[in-house]
């Protein structure tokens, strides 16, 4: 028997057998959807014969009920096909949020026993493949299938840097791999490796065909997705006027990293960019969650220089865009989407006013600090003066020996946001830190974080103790120093 349920997903039969395997697989975008998809052709959850598998869609958006659902999108069909049942997230726990709720400790077992009732899963081995394990839904997830092996999977910049906070080791011993796509090729990822995670890459062939399955899917109106008829042609190549470079919209405000107006500003920026390398038609692609006025604060800029302007109104991943439009460049501030037009399509791509949010970015810890990281230190800055050609952009990806050198940036930074965590990176931080600490890679560290640690480049011990509020860096230091030494001892 073959039906459809709530989302319009594909469900095939009427549940598992008694003691079938499950494999349960949380999402929340479309790209993470094709991430997974693409590890299924793959063959990296095995065989298809003699599982179960179910897609779980989880809306985290601050509003669920005013965001874009994902099976309204157009491919949407053609990733759920690929599982025999496709559940509803927000239905099943309404009115709760998705982010926030979490069951009751004593409640897990409950909960368990009702989902794999209600959905059909009988009492068979559950694996459970989640994006961000740390917070719901994942972690509600985790702790209702406490019995269940965990595989995380990252379709970001983020899978390069520190885990953001530390996992019960209930949790952590669970976790089997992380599954990642290889955006910087050979950077390694230090997500979870803290808990001994091995990482597994999600070939790019494999994803790249199933990004061209997304963009080959019916635009009629059809079973996958609505009409986009205007948008094709505005991305058309050999259309008249067609867009040469692409602006990657990003909504920072929404982070609290900058203001509406300075997030405006940072748009034009990347317009007059473009327009300085020669570009006479731009496509902009706001975020999916970006206002209105944005696209409007762009025309002023586009009219002052000469610019045609087009912006992408309906949605649909970036990378459908660069497929279609065979962009020149591709301009961004640090989006991931950038770093997929150079691994991926061999797009140059420059970026936009990564500096000054370098140093506004708080706490040091900040997730998005390696993501802003790489971005900086390896895409060409697309208004430096005197930068020749590169103002053009690169495909950096190509580039080995850029790829080699970021590499210990990124450790020391990822040592800094969670040095208690990982003990075994300081003295490589230190190197790195004595031989290329200087003007230019200063602003990738902060000398507050630098003193507490007692690295390269902090104040040293007698100046902190003569400056005013210098107590509480002492304190941290003392603690970092209390840490390091129990750790040896314990060996």
């Not at 008249?240 to 300075?262: C, F, K, N, R, S």
């Not at 604060?297 to 660069?322: C, I, N, Q, S």
Request: aromatic share 6%.
């Amino acid at each position: 028997m073959t039906g459809t349920d709530s989302t319009g997903g594909a469900t095939r039969g009427t549940g598992a057998g008694a003691r079938t395997r499950v494999q349960l697989f949380e999402v929340s975008t479309l790209y993470g959807t094709a991430t997974l998809a693409a590890a299924l052709d793959a063959g990296l959850f095995g065989p298809r014969h003699g599982v179960r598998r179910v897609l779980l869609v989880s809306n985290n958006a601050e509003v669920p009920e005013t965001a874009s659902r994902l099976d309204g999108m157009r491919g949407w069909h053609r990733l759920a096909a690929r599982f025999d049942q496709v559940v509803d997230w927000n239905d099943t726990i309404r009115p709760h949020h998705p982010s926030t709720w979490s069951p009751a400790g004593n409640d897990c077992p409950l909960w368990e026993r009702m989902f794999r009732a209600s959905w059909g899963l009988g009492d068979g081995p559950v694996d459970l493949v989640v994006e961000s394990v740390h917070v719901s839904p994942a972690k509600a997830l985790a702790a209702i299938f406490a019995s269940a092996s965990v595989h995380v999977y990252a379709d970001g910049l983020m899978s390069y840097g520190p885990t953001r906070e530390k996992l019960p080791q209930t949790l952590a011993c669970r976790i089997q791999r992380l599954l990642h796509l290889d955006l910087v090729p050979g950077l390694t990822p230090l997500l979870l490796t803290e808990y001994g995670v091995p990482s597994e890459l999600v070939p790019s062939g494999v994803f790249r065909s199933v990004l061209d399955e997304l963009d080959d899917a019916s635009p009629d109106g059809g079973p996958d997705g609505g009409s986009d008829s205007g948008s094709d042609a505005a991305l058309d190549p050999d259309g008249e006027g067609a867009p040469t470079a692409v602006l990657l919209g990003q909504y920072l405000a929404a982070l609290g990293i900058l203001t509406v107006d300075e997030e405006e500003a940072l748009h034009e920026r990347m317009l007059r960019g473009a327009a300085a390398a020669g570009h006479r038609s731009v496509l902009f692609k706001p975020h999916p969650t970006a206002p209105v006025r944005y696209s409007r604060a762009l025309d002023k800029a586009a009219a002052d220089t000469g610019v045609r302007l087009v912006v992408l109104e309906k949605p649909m991943l970036a990378e459908t865009v660069f497929r279609r439009c065979r962009p020149e460049l591709v301009v961004g501030c640090f989006s991931t989407a950038m770093l997929t037009a150079s691994a991926l399509y061999g797009v140059p791509v420059a970026r936009v006013g990564t500096e000054p949010l370098l140093d506004r970015l708080t706490p040091y810890q900040n997730s998005n600090r390696v993501p802003l990281t790489i971005v900086d230190a390896l895409v060409p800055d697309l208004e430096a003066p005197d930068t020749g050609e590169a103002a053009r952009g690169e495909v950096v990806t190509e580039s080995v020996e850029a790829v080699r050198r970021i590499e210990p940036l990124v450790r020391a930074v990822g040592y800094c946001m969670q040095a208690d965590r990982y003990p075994a990176l300081r003295a490589e931080a230190e190197a790195w830190l004595t031989a290329h600490l200087d003007e230019s890679t200063a602003r990738y560290f902060k000398r507050r974080r630098l003193t507490a640690l007692r690295l390269p480049g902090g104040l040293t011990p007698g100046l902190v103790r003569r400056l005013p509020g210098s107590d509480h860096a002492l304190r941290a230091a003392r603690r970092v120093k209390r840490a390091a030494a129990s750790r040896a001892r314990g060996k």
